[in-house]
């Protein structure tokens, strides 16, 4: 069975800093798809960006970056320019088609803010 | 991406009463969902909504407890039966337009129960 790792419970970063969240995920798929999902207090889920496995380049939108490591399974959230907006729960999470089409989230990280 | 319009936002109920959520979508989608997320947890699938069809459960969830209707390809509802404090979380839909498009979800349904 898949399974997502999320190993930082709470992150911290100064407001205009960069901060990274890792995630880390197990799977005997070659064609999957990998997101970064933030949750604010208000608890909507919010996609922040998406990567497909079979694609070599790490996706940006933005101000968030991924660090896409194929053979490590490592899936890391880079967030640049950090503003109070940015502070939220973030979980990673994988999916793959064909499957029962869930989502397989992280635990998930804590982002806090600081001005 | 489609709007996804959750109802109630919040409720307070009583042990041992039901209470039912609606998901309506602004666009017909492939795909619903239903997540659970217990308090300071991450989201767990609860079931697959079928158009037309039951629900597909996932392993520790029975259709008992979590009934679930899809009437149409842009509306789902989810009911929390018999309720527990246990059952104390915020329920999320969640759908997908298909393909290989990513799930986007409603703002949530946060549920107490006393």
């Known amino acids: 069975a898949q399974t997502v790792t999320q190993s930082q419970p709470e992150m911290s970063v100064q407001e205009a800093e960069t901060v990274t969240l890792s995630c880390t995920y197990d799977?005997?798929?070659?064609?999957?798809?990998l997101f970064w999902y933030k949750q604010p207090p208000s608890r909507q889920m919010i996609l922040v960006i998406r990567?497909?496995?079979?694609?070599?380049q790490n996706a940006t939108e933005n101000r968030f970056s991924v660090n896409f490591q194929k053979a490590a399974k490592s899936f890391s959230l880079k967030i640049s320019d950090s503003q109070l907006g940015d502070a939220a729960m973030y979980f990673c999470?994988?999916?793959?088609?064909?499957?029962?089409?869930?989502?397989?989230f992280g635990k998930g990280t804590k982002l806090t803010v600081n001005p | 991406s489609a709007v996804i319009s959750q109802k109630p936002s919040r409720d307070i109920c009583q042990r041992g009463t039901s209470l039912t959520i609606q998901c309506q979508v602004d666009?017909?989608?492939?795909?619903m969902f239903w997540y659970r997320q217990q308090p300071g947890q991450s989201l767990t699938l609860i079931a697959t909504?079928?158009?037309?069809?039951?629900?597909?459960?996932e392993s520790g969830f029975v259709i008992d407890k979590f009934p679930i209707s899809r009437p149409n390809l842009t509306f789902s509802t989810l009911t929390v039966s018999n309720m527990s404090p246990e059952d104390s979380s915020i329920y999320l839909c969640?759908?997908?337009?298909?393909?290989?498009?990513?799930?986007?979800f409603g703002d949530g349904t946060r549920l107490s129960i006393l």
């Open positions: 969640s759908v997908r337009q298909g393909g290989n498009q990513p799930q986007h």
């Open positions: 799977t005997s798929e070659s064609d999957y798809y």
């Open positions: 990567q497909e496995a079979y694609k070599q």
């Open positions: 999470a994988y999916w793959t088609q064909g499957g029962s089409e869930k989502l397989v």
């Open positions: 666009s017909q989608v492939t795909m």
């Open positions: 909504a079928n158009q037309g069809s039951e629900a597909t459960y």
